[in-house]
């Protein structure tokens, strides 16, 4: 069978996608790039945000008219989405045969042979903990790989509904863990991506108080996984602040492969507001950390989350959340607008912050941001720099690109010795306000 999988959401999502497309392969089916030559359309999907399920539900309602010409055609929905709908999504769209939840995504090559075999429509939504191990196949392969290393989440922030469409936190043995990432290396992979809601809770069995200042199951991890020989970087996200204590901390410091760039998410810079969002920091507690943090890696860069807009955000509020952001320095930062996602504890409150308001303090911020990466960047010009080479640059063909322990991208001519997944130095010769340039050194 030819299969098409469309993808909605974060890189959790994408993983499992690349995991259910290694899934399919190993079954005998055919993953095929375009909606028209496939046998089957596999909707992998995200409730996160209100813009992405409408936008998956659109392009799922539309296929209604491929379905017209292909009688034959099979259409599932899984994911996020999935889980929080069932049984409506079979009602709200008749051409739909299948709803496949996140706890059952495992399970994706037997309900395609059921669904063919059987052509009776079903939603499968009951969580399984086998969805944790059996999703550790790999589709795409080459020098980057991902690997899961938790799923679900157990914070339960007030504006979120992961812990309900993706489950109770739940983390994979750190032998599991190992096994993967060697056999990932033997095939070539030169960088990791560790994911998870909560990255730094791994190992932790759910448990959300920060742990003891010696003791983190995801430091000793991150130990084993440095251990690998022809593993260049280690990189990880999301991790939850609170969760980086003296252990943690030393470990990044020391590690030679674990880069030094984390996504902290931030989320406010109002005390007021962070309770109201079930935050379990303080603005004091959060800068304490970074402080931590830059002491122990000076060279270290962040990126971050934030809402602009949560209910009952006041002016003061936000005025704070963008001195926290500038105190920090973000070098990148993902700046959402509120929305209320049904299920969440923040949904039965007002959305009262009007949309022109929430409009302009995301544009505040994204001005800010963009001066402070105009700065960054300009300091770096004459400096060498290390970067893993990723490949052709996607908008100029003469010219490849890498990026820095730090996450931050360079383009430089190729020599004849450049390959994919190997490390360079590279002299910094031109910077513009979003971008460096430089030569092979």
Request: glycine share 8%.
């Amino acid at each position: 069978m030819k299969v098409y999988i469309k993808t909605y959401g974060c890189q959790m999502n994408e993983r499992d996608s690349d995991a259910m497309a290694s899934q399919l392969k190993a079954q005998g089916h055919e993953i095929v790039f375009s909606e028209e030559e496939a046998d089957a359309l596999i909707f992998n999907t995200c409730s996160v945000r209100d813009a992405a399920e409408r936008k998956a539900k659109g392009k799922i309602g539309y296929m209604k008219k491929l379905k017209a010409v292909k009688p034959g055609l099979i259409i599932g929905v899984a994911g996020c989405m999935a889980q929080r709908l069932g049984d409506k999504l079979l009602e709200e769209l008749p051409h739909l045969d299948f709803v496949l939840g996140t706890g059952q995504l495992h399970t994706l090559p037997e309900k395609l042979e059921k669904i063919s075999a059987e052509r009776e429509r079903f939603s499968e939504t009951t969580p399984s903990p086998d969805v944790l191990t059996g999703m550790s196949g790999h589709f795409s392969g080459g020098w980057h790989a991902e690997i899961a290393i938790t799923r679900g989440c157990n914070r339960f922030c007030s504006y979120c509904i992961v812990p309900y469409v993706r489950g109770r936190e739940i983390s994979r043995s750190l032998e599991d863990v190992i096994n993967e990432a060697k056999t990932l290396v033997a095939n070539g992979t030169k960088e990791i991506l560790l994911l998870g809601q909560n990255v730094a809770a791994y190992g932790l069995n759910g448990d959300t108080r920060p742990p003891a200042a010696g003791y983190s199951p995801f430091a000793e991890l991150l130990d084993e996984l440095d251990k690998i020989d022809g593993l260049l970087r280690i990189r990880y996200t999301s991790p939850y602040v609170t969760y980086f204590n003296d252990r943690l901390i030393e470990t990044l410091a020391r590690s030679k492969k674990v880069c030094h760039n984390i996504h902290l998410p931030l989320q406010s810079g109002s005390d007021r507001v962070l309770r109201e969002m079930n935050r379990q920091y303080t603005r004091e507690s959060y800068l304490a950390k970074v402080a931590e943090l830059k002491a122990a890696i000076p060279d270290i860069t962040f990126s971050t989350d934030v809402i602009v807009g949560f209910p009952g955000e006041t002016d003061e509020d936000f005025a704070m959340t963008r001195e926290v952001m500038n105190q920090v320095d973000y070098a990148q930062s993902f700046v959402f607008k509120y929305s209320p996602r049904p299920g969440a504890k923040s949904a039965e409150r007002e959305d009262s912050v009007p949309e022109e308001v929430k409009e302009e303090r995301n544009q505040i911020l994204l001005g800010d941001l963009a001066a402070r990466v105009e700065k960054r960047l300009a300091a770096m010009k004459n400096q060498t720099v290390e970067v893993l080479v990723e490949g052709v640059s996607p908008r100029n063909p003469e010219r490849w690109s890498g990026r820095t322990g730090t996450n931050i991208m360079v383009h430089f001519e190729p020599d004849e010795k450049i390959e994919q997944g190997t490390l360079r130095n590279v002299e910094i010769v031109q910077t513009n306000p979003v971008s460096l340039f430089g030569k092979l050194v």
